[in-house]
């Protein structure tokens, strides 16, 4: 029988997931009883289950919303998290010339989108306590960074003891630049000659609503149980 030729580092998120979390950095936090694995959804979601199931932590999702440039969707002007946590790409912004209204419509719209999104993942539970707790954040995949740094804002407003982003692939330019951000960052990938992150894979379909509310169902190792304390089991 003839082997079959990979064409990309993993077959899809959740290979991706299951190799990122065999990653020594990874693999220390294991059982860690503070500790908790957040997921950028959608595409992040499929990432860490597999991850929250590898090292027995709760899975929860910390929703965050690109703020694309109209008419050119795919490039990412900013992001807004959570809690309202806006970060804006001041050079994307600068070279295109965009205005203060354009960036805030943008904002009102990927606003509106976002909290209709946390109503359907949370299924009307309420936020995790992240206050004192180790958050180990993971998305699919990292191009300008923009999504994440949103993401760590937000999450440092809630005062977590700390903030560990993990990502299957990014550049590396995009994985330092976060190291002033995050308390710590591993990039299992950092190709010189980054195209996108779907380059990274060979199979790279939109991950649906449904596919998430499925996989938070599980919450990967245990159960994230809304207001948990600290060192709670």
Same mark, same amino acid.
């Given at each position: 029988m003839q082997a079959t030729t990979r064409t990309a580092p993993f077959r899809d998120r959740r290979e991706a997931g299951q190799l990122l979390a065999k990653d020594p950095r990874l693999r220390r936090f294991r059982g860690h009883a503070n500790a908790i694995v957040l997921a950028l959804p959608r595409g992040g979601v499929p990432v860490a289950y597999e991850i929250a199931a590898a090292l027995d932590l709760?899975? =929860?999702? +910390?929703?965050? $919303? *690109?703020? &694309?440039?109209?008419g050119h969707e795919e490039l990412a002007m900013g992001a807004i998290a959570a809690g309202g946590t806006r970060v804006i790409e001041t050079d994307v912004v600068r070279r295109l010339g965009l205005d203060e209204d354009t960036i805030d419509a943008a904002t009102a719209r990927e606003l509106r989108q976002l909290e209709e999104r946390e109503r359907r993942y949370r299924e009307g539970l309420p936020p995790l306590v992240l206050r004192d $707790?180790?958050?180990?954040?993971? =998305? =699919?995949?990292?191009? #300008?960074?923009? #999504?994440? $740094?949103?993401?760590?804002?937000?999450?440092?407003?809630q005062a977590p003891k700390a903030v560990v982003v993990a990502v299957p692939v990014a550049p590396p330019q995009t994985c330092a630049a976060l190291e002033r951000h995050a308390d710590e960052v591993i990039c299992?990938?950092?190709?010189? +000659? +980054? &195209?996108?992150?779907?380059?990274?894979?060979?199979? +790279?379909? %939109?991950?649906?609503? =449904?596919?998430?509310?499925?996989?938070? &169902? &599980? /919450?990967?190792? *245990? %159960?994230? /149980?809304?207001?948990?304390?600290?060192?709670? /089991?």
């Open positions: 709760p899975l =929860d999702v +910390f929703v965050v $919303r *690109k703020l &694309g440039v109209p $707790r180790l958050a180990i954040v993971v =998305d =699919d995949g990292l191009a #300008t960074g923009s #999504t994440m $740094r949103a993401a760590i804002s937000a999450l440092k407003a299992a990938l950092t190709p010189e +000659f +980054f &195209g996108a992150v779907g380059l990274a894979y060979e199979r +790279f379909d %939109q991950t649906t609503d =449904d596919e998430v509310i499925e996989l938070l &169902g &599980g /919450r990967g190792g *245990k %159960q994230a /149980r809304p207001g948990a304390s600290p060192g709670a /089991r």
